[in-house]
């Protein structure tokens, strides 16, 4: 995966005070619940044992436990619910805060969860957060702000090439020939969402230049229509 979040968590509609304590990690009093241990230990069979956290090498085995590949999205948007901050490796606190979001507590629950996960992601109220996310997750360094081309041409097709396929492959052709950029900044990424959403393709004929466009895709939208004559 190229490397790859907030969330909006759904709230059960009613829940018995008996079985809101099971779903809790830790009791008021701070001892961990049946479901907690569940979660911790389903953690421990996936982490690096001297790192005390989930490793890659921990994720693909996880991805293989869950029958999914680890370049899925479906893998992103988990990272996305554990609000993984590091790319790669999951830590206990974000494990145990996601896998209680998600209400799951073995490999098997976690698995049929994902289709609900896609679901949630792809509500309006949650994309651009996690498209935001995503981009997030690939600045792996110490105040890195952009990302690389190369990079940036797998993500965006991983995360808006279902939705959005002639744009995102029209995008990756004209970055990888241009010479002029060699990285993307989060501004850069945010706006091509904004202009998959609102220009309509391929025409391109209500893109106003006069808008706050970045430079880039002036650039994209000039190249298209030189294409295109």
Known sequence: MPRASK??????????????????????????????????????KYANKLLGMIDPEGIEALCSDLGVDHTNVKILMFAWKLKAEKQGYFTQDEWRKGL??????TIN???????????????PENFEDFYS??????????????????????????????????????????????????VINMDQWMNFLRFCQEVSFP??????????????????VEWMREKQN
């Open 133 to 182: 996310y995503a981009f997030r997750y690939c600045l792996t360094e110490d105040k890195q702000k952009c990302v690389d081309i190369e990079s940036i041409c797998l993500l965006i097709d991983l995360v808006l090439g279902p939705q959005f396929r002639a744009q995102v492959d029209s995008f990756s052709e004209f970055l990888k020939n241009q010479t002029d950029y060699k």
């Open 109 to 123: 629950k976690l698995k049929k969860s994902l289709p609900k996960l896609e679901a949630e992601v792809m509500m």
């Open 100 to 105: 209680k979001d998600l209400q799951v507590d």
């Open 7 to 44: 969330r909006k968590s759904d709230t059960p509609k009613s829940t018995s005070a008996k079985s809101a304590r099971s779903e809790s990690i830790t009791t008021a009093s701070g001892k961990t619940t049946k479901f907690g241990l569940s979660v911790d230990n389903l953690f421990q």
């Open 203 to 220: 025409d391109l004929e209500n893109y106003d230049l006069d808008q706050a466009w970045p430079v880039i895709l002036d650039n994209f």
